[in-house]
């Protein structure tokens, strides 16, 4: 199917573990981010991506690992899960141009315990 | 640094009133502006979005929204709303790409949840 998928869309894991939040598009976006979203924070962008190999940070990084060596995917790796990453995340992509704007994933509940 | 403030954190409005949500962004240059509305449980969504031209701008489910370059806003608005309307509404901002940076992101608000009445 043509979109924006992540997996898994429903995740529990206890603190210590790593976990890996996938993101899949099927339109060769060139760009492609990771969100989180708290109640009374908003959206903060966790990584961004302009192209395969080429990551960078966002606002809130710490904890965090991304890669993408392909176009396709962007996974989104916590290396040592924290009760403070309980979150929802979303991932997006984006054409190489500013004015279309993102196209997010339906998200995934992430909880820590 | 730009920023985006929706100064309402919460609105309720009755089933069929007209709505207005406020956007204002801080830029050093007119920016792209976007409206995401995120349902409940579900990713954001794009309602519309201002590049250049017309101020009035129309978007999907109903919504439009005016840019007022003088007022730094962006303000969405329906004539009249119904009760799916209700969800959480996001404005935002990137920089065009003749504005200078080389990231491309978007910066968004903290978001408007609105609430309908029946």
């Known amino acids: 199917d043509a979109g924006i998928t992540q997996s898994p869309r429903y995740k529990i894991t206890e603190t210590g573990r790593q976990v890996t939040l996938m993101c899949h598009q099927t339109?060769?976006?060139?760009?492609m981010f990771w969100y989180r979203q708290d109640l009374g924070h908003g959206l903060r962008l966790i990584y961004y991506?302009?192209?395969?190999?080429?990551?960078d940070k966002g606002e809130v990084p710490d904890g965090y690992v991304v890669s993408r060596s392909k176009t396709e995917n962007f996974p989104l790796t916590l290396e040592s899960a924290t009760r403070s990453q309980t979150s929802v995340y979303f991932c997006?992509?984006?054409?190489?141009?500013?004015?279309?704007?993102?196209?997010f994933g339906s998200g995934t509940r992430l909880t820590v315990v | 640094a730009q920023s985006v403030t929706q100064p309402d954190i919460h609105i309720t409005v009755s089933e069929g009133a007209s709505l207005e949500l406020r956007c204002n962004y801080s830029?050093?240059?007119?920016?792209?502006l976007f409206w995401y509305v995120q349902s409940p449980g579900q990713g954001l969504q794009l309602l519309l979005k201002?590049?250049?031209?017309?101020?009035l701008v129309q978007g999907i489910k109903g919504f439009e929204a005016e840019f007022k370059r003088s007022q730094s806003s962006f303000n969405l608005r329906k004539p009249s709303v119904h009760w799916s309307d209700a969800a959480e509404y996001f404005c935002?901002?990137?920089?065009?790409?003749?504005?200078?940076?080389?990231?491309?992101?978007?910066?968004f608000g903290k978001g408007t949840l609105l609430t309908v009445n029946p």
């Open positions: 997006a992509s984006s054409e190489n141009r500013r004015r279309f704007g993102y196209t």
């Open positions: 339109w060769s976006h060139s760009y």
């Open positions: 991506s302009a192209a395969a190999d080429i990551t």
């Open positions: 830029y050093g240059a007119t920016p792209y």
């Open positions: 201002y590049f250049s031209g017309d101020t």
């Open positions: 935002a901002v990137a920089p065009k790409e003749n504005s200078g940076g080389s990231n491309y992101k978007l910066t």
